[in-house]
C-alpha cells in the first residue's frame, strides 16, 4: 500500500481538479457517504476511480482507511485492488475503474450457469476481502469490468443503518453477536446468488431455518448448483468455502453488460434486434408479423429483405415457418400502432405483413351481442306472430341470423388478432432462443447486424435483378460461413472462467497435498490446457468473423455505389467485390 498526502482539498473536488498526480474528469453517483469520481493519471493517461470519505466522524475515517488498507494489500481474482490510499485532508483512496452499471442493474433469475460464474469469480475475493464487507454483499458492491466480468467492488464504509430485508441476510451465527468473518461474507454471497437464481426476493423464516433450494421455487436448475448455494447458505460456517470447486464446475462466463443494459424505456421498440435472453424477451401488447403460410409464398428478394427487416438469419425463418409460427418484424405498444406500421410496411415492401393485438374488447364480447340482439329479434318476432302479425316472425328470424352471424364475424376477427398477437410472442422467444445457437455467445453478434444491414440495403436497392440474383447469394454464403463458426464455438469448453480455475490451481501447487487434493489439482490442470486450446480456437473464430464483417461492409458500400445512376463503373466494381474471398 501507498500512502500519500493530498494536496488539494477533497471536499471541493470537481472536474479539473488534481489529486495524487491524477486530473478528475467527471463526478459519479455518491453513496454510503462515499463521493466517487472518474480520474486520469497525468503522466501514463491511465483511467481511475477516486473515492472520498464525506463524512466527518473518526468511526467512519478508521473503517473506510482500515478497509481500503485491507484492499491495497489484496491479488484475489474477482476483487477490485485499491491502489492508493490517501489520509489527508480528507481520506479517499484511488482504484481501477468498474462499467457505470453494475450487479444492481441486473434482475434474475439468470441462467444457472452465469449464476455459478458470478459465483465462482467473487468468493475467492469476498473471502479474503470480509473485513471490508461486514458480512453483507449488496448488488452494488459489484462492479464489472471492461470484459463483462464481475468484480468484488466496496466502498470501504457501510451505512449506519441498514433496512430490516437487508440485516435478514446476515448469517444466522450474527444474531449471537458474533463478529462478521470470512464465512459470514461468504453466507452474503450466497444470498445473493440465491436470489440471481430464482428471480425473487430473499426471505428466511428465522435464522435457524434451512432456505428453500432455488430449484425448488424455479425446476430445472441443476441439482450442482442448488447444492453449491444450500452450501454458502448452511449453518456450519466451515462448510461455506467448499462450495468453490462446484461453482467452477458449473459456471460459464458471459459479458454482464449485456444483462445490465436490459431495461427499456418503452416498449415501442423493434423486439427482433439487439436480441435479450429469451427468458427476458419482453412481452409487447401488440406485433407487426408475416404469417408462418406467407413465408413459404415469399420469393428469394422479398425473403432476403424479410431477414434483413427482423435481423434473423434464413436458417431461422425457415426454422420457424416448420414449426408453424409466425416471424415479428416489429412489437409496439398499441392495436392501432401496430395496425398502422402493418399496412406502412406492406406497401413499402411489399411484404403480407399483418398484426396482432390483445388490446381491445375480448373476442366473445362481440359473439354475446350479436347472440343477445339475435334472441331480442326473436322474441319481438314471435310475439308479433302470436297476435297474427305472421311476417314480422320472419323478419325476426332474419334479423337474428344477421346479428348472430355479425357478432361471429367480428368475435372471430378479434379472436384471430389476439392469437397472432400470442403467437407472435411465443415466436419471438423462440427466434431469440434460435438466435443465440448462431451468436456464440454474443462474439459473432457484430457479423449478423452487419449481414441484416446489408441485407436490408439490398432490398431498398434499385439493383437490376440478375445483379441482385448474385448479392443473394454471396449473401447466402456468408451466412452459411456464420452458421458453421457458430457450431464450431460450441466444442469449446463451457467450463469455468480461466482466471478463477489458475488461481484455484496456483493454490494448490503452493501447498503440500493429500491423495484427493492432488486429483483435483491434475483436473485442474487438464481443465486449464483445455481453456487454453479453446482461447486459441476463440481467436481463430473472432478473426473469422472480423474478415466477414469486413468483406459484408465493402459488399455495402459497393451497393450504395451501384445504386447510384451517375457511377458506370459501380456495378464493375460490386462484381469485383462479391468475388473477393470473405
Given amino acids: 500500500m501507498h500512502v500519500a498526502a493530498c494536496d488539494v482539498g477533497l471536499a471541493r473536488v470537481q472536474e479539473g481538479t488534481r489529486v ?23 503522466d501514463t493517461g491511465e483511467p481511475a476511480e477516486l473515492l472520498v470519505l464525506q463524512r466527518e466522524d473518526a468511526r467512519a475515517r478508521k473503517a473506510f482507511l482500515d478497509a481500503h488498507a485491507l484492499l491495497a494489500g489484496l491479488r484475489e481474482v474477482g476483487l477490485l485492488r485499491t491502489s492508493r490510499v490517501l489520509t489527508s485532508p480528507r481520506p479517499s483512496a484511488l482504484r481501477p475503474p468498474v462499467e457505470d452499471q453494475g450487479l444492481e442493474r441486473i434482475r434474475g433469475p439468470l441462467d444457472p450457469a452465469t449464476v455459478a460464474w458470478i459465483g465462482a469469480t467473487l468468493l475467492p475475493g469476498v473471502l479474503a476481502a470480509h473485513g471490508a464487507l461486514g458480512g453483507l ?3 452494488e458492491d459489484i462492479g464489472l469490468t471492461s470484459r463483462g466480468s464481475p468484480v468484488l467492488a466496496p466502498l470501504g464504509l457501510l451505512p449506519d443503518r441498514l433496512p430490516r430485508e437487508w440485516t435478514d441476510r446476515l448469517a444466522p451465527e450474527l444474531s449471537s453477536g458474533v463478529a462478521p468473518d470470512a464465512a459470514a461474507a461468504a453466507y452474503g454471497l450466497g444470498v445473493l446468488l440465491w436470489t440471481l437464481a430464482t428471480g425473487r426476493s430473499w426471505q428466511r423464516a428465522n435464522p435457524a431455518s434451512t432456505p428453500v433450494a432455488p430449484g425448488v421455487l424455479r425446476p430445472g436448475l441443476p441439482a450442482e448448483l442448488d447444492t453449491a448455494l444450500l452450501q454458502l447458505l448452511g449453518r456450519d460456517p466451515a462448510r461455506r468455502a467448499g462450495a468453490l470447486p462446484l461453482l467452477q464446475e458449473l459456471g460459464r462466463s458471459t459479458d454482464l453488460r449485456t444483462l445490465a443494459a436490459r431495461h427499456p424505456a418503452t416498449v415501442e421498440v423493434r423486439t427482433t434486434r439487439a436480441p435479450p435472453p429469451p427468458d427476458r424477451v419482453p412481452d409487447p401488447g401488440s406485433v407487426v408479423l408475416v404469417e408462418p403460410g406467407r ?8 425473403r432476403s429483405l424479410l431477414a434483413g427487416l427482423t435481423g434473423l438469419p434464413d436458417t431461422v425463418l425457415q426454422q420457424l415457418a416448420t414449426r408453424g409460427l409466425p416471424v415479428v418484424v416489429e412489437g409496439t ?5 401496430a395496425r398502422d406500421r402493418a399496412n406502412q410496411l406492406a406497401t413499402a415492401t411489399g411484404l403480407p405483413v399483418t398484426w396482432g393485438s390483445r388490446a ?3 373476442w366473445w364480447l362481440p359473439a354475446a351481442v350479436g ?6 329479434a326473436l322474441a319481438v318476432g314471435v310475439a308479433l306472430a302470436a297476435i297474427g302479425f305472421l311476417p314480422a316472425l320472419f323478419v325476426s328470424l332474419i334479423v337474428a341470423g344477421g346479428s348472430l352471424a355479425a357478432g361471429a364475424w367480428v368475435g372471430r376477427q378479434l379472436g384471430r388478432t389476439r392469437a397472432l398477437q400470442a403467437a407472435g410472442v411465443t415466436a419471438h422467444r423462440q427466434a431469440r432462443a434460435l438466435l443465440a445457437d448462431h451468436s456464440a455467445g454474443g462474439r459473432l453478434d457484430p457479423a449478423w447486424a452487419a449481414l441484416a444491414r446489408t441485407r436490408r440495403e439490398l432490398g431498398e436497392s434499385s439493383l437490376p435483378p440478375a445483379v441482385a440474383t448474385d448479392v443473394r447469394a454471396a449473401l447466402r454464403e456468408i451466412e452459411r460461413e456464420l452458421v458453421g463458426l457458430a457450431d464450431a464455438a460450441r466444442t469449446e469448453l463451457p467450463g469455468v472462467d480461466a482466471d478463477v480455475v489458475r488461481h484455484r490451481l496456483s493454490v494448490l ?7 484427493a487434493q492432488r486429483a483435483e489439482r491434475d483436473r485442474l490442470a487438464r481443465t486449464v490446457a483445455d481453456l487454453d486450446a479453446a ?16 468483406h459484408l461492409d465493402a459488399i455495402g458500400a459497393a451497393l450504395a455505389a451501384a445504386d447510384d445512376d451517375d457511377d458506370p463503373t459501380a456495378l464493375d466494381r460490386l462484381a469485383a467485390v462479391l468475388r473477393g474471398s470473405p
Avoid: K, N, Y
Avoid at 21 to 42: K, Q
Avoid at 333 to 337: D, E
Avoid at 509 to 515: N, S, V
Fill in 333 to 337: 405498444s398499441g392495436r392501432r400502432a
Fill in 535 to 550: 482461447a486459441v480456437r476463440r481467436e481463430r473464430m473472432l478473426a473469422s468473423q472480423r474478415t466477414l464483417t469486413d
Fill in 137 to 139: 454483499i449488496r448488488p
Fill in 360 to 362: 381491445g374488447v375480448p
Fill in 20 to 42: 495524487a498526480g491524477h486530473l478528475v474528469v467527471s463526478g459519479l453517483p455518491h453513496r454510503d457517504g462515499v463521493g466517487r469520481w472518474r480520474a486520469v493519471a497525468e
Fill in 371 to 376: 347472440a343477445g340482439g339475435g334472441l331480442v
Fill in 509 to 515: 501447487d503452493a501447498r503440500p497435498l493429500d491423495e
Fill in 295 to 302: 413465408i413459404a409464398e415469399l420469393d428469394a428478394q422479398q
